[in-house]
């Protein structure tokens, strides 16, 4: 039987319990309070941000998963936690987002790029590879360029085409050099105008992503949505097509005979926009689905000249 002072000597030499969590506990409370908020992706979530606050991969983070969080690694987690508790956008608290495998810088004055603005640019390459023009020195045009997703997601594909993107935000636009010269994309041009206001074509393609949310339909939004893409990049007016209209009259002057304009649409707006780009003489052609069936990009072409 053990004497009060070995008793009192081994118990000084155990470890002292803690509460600090492990990695994988961390990440599992960070999952449950994503799912109680409603959060859509709540175990992706947690993961990713627990792995941006440790410095951590997805490898990295499994292999210390019975570790012990450090006082200043859990306030790290517990920052980041409350920001995504406050339909902070993933996207934005890390500073990049993915987009046709490439890693873009986005902050607040610009729009987050989605994975169904990505059915533009699988419409416009498939219309050029069509035509047999993947190799040719195209001119190129993005109406509303924000943090330059479609420009320089295009210009990865066509190595010979020189691109101008525009926008009327300055702080989209040092984004979209930002990320211009990182990608080491100096085929871009990136101008400050309201959609096409300063350029001139001939171009072969023009695309947009352009503000198409009704006014009075972004109160409904998301709050990932709502409250942190900047407005000007999501309102399109009383019917969600006054850059629709713009683009409609711009269009024709720019585009080369023959070339093409791609365009995001917002939902059951494909007849009204391929309206206005009939109006104004150009051919629509059906709209193309996203991965979930909406029909989300539209292709419209200008007539190609006449032969003598």
């Known amino acids: ?26 990440r599992r409370d960070l999952a449950n309070d994503f799912r109680a908020a409603g959060i859509e992706s709540p175990e992706l979530d947690a993961r990713i941000l627990l792995g941006h606050a440790l410095g951590l991969d997805h490898a990295a983070l499994a292999a210390s998963a019975a570790r012990i969080l450090t006082l200043q690694e859990r306030d790290a987690v517990a920052d980041l936690a409350r920001r995504r508790l406050a339909r902070e ?34 419409a416009a390459l498939a ?21 330059g997703a479609l420009i ?5 594909e066509l190595p010979n085409a020189f691109g101008v993107g525009t926008d009327i935000s300055l702080g989209a636009l040092r984004i979209a050099r930002d990320n211009a010269r990182r990608l080491g994309l100096t085929s871009a041009e990136l101008l400050a105008c309201d959609m096409a206001a300063a350029i001139k074509g001939p171009f072969d393609l023009i695309v947009s992503n352009p503000p198409y949310i009704a006014s009075a339909d972004i109160a409904a939004l998301a709050p990932e949505v709502r409250d942190f893409d900047p407005r000007p990049a999501l309102d399109g007016g009383p019917d969600g097509l006054d850059c629709y209209r713009a683009i409609a009259a711009a269009a024709p002057a720019l585009l080369a005979p023959g070339g093409i304009l791609v ?10 926009v391929a309206a206005l780009f009939s109006a104004v003489g150009l051919a629509p052609s059906p709209p193309r689905p996203d991965l979930h069936g909406v029909a989300r990009a539209l292709l419209a072409r200008k007539a190609a000249a006449n032969r003598a």
């Open 127 to 147: 219309a050029i590879d069509a035509d047999g023009l993947r190799s040719c020195a195209l001119r190129i045009a993005d109406l509303g360029t924000g943090c």
């Open 263 to 272: 365009v995001e649409l917002g939902f059951g707006q494909g007849p009204a």
């Open 1 to 26: 039987m053990m004497t009060p002072r070995v008793c009192a000597a081994a118990a000084r030499a155990r470890p002292a319990k803690t509460n600090a969590p492990t990695v994988a506990a961390a």
């Open 152 to 156: 320089l997601a295009l210009l990865t």
């Open 89 to 122: 956008p993933l996207a934005r608290i890390l500073g990049r987002k993915e987009f046709w495998s490439l890693t873009l810088t986005v902050d607040a004055a610009t729009l987050v790029p989605r994975p169904e603005t990505e059915t533009v640019v699988e």
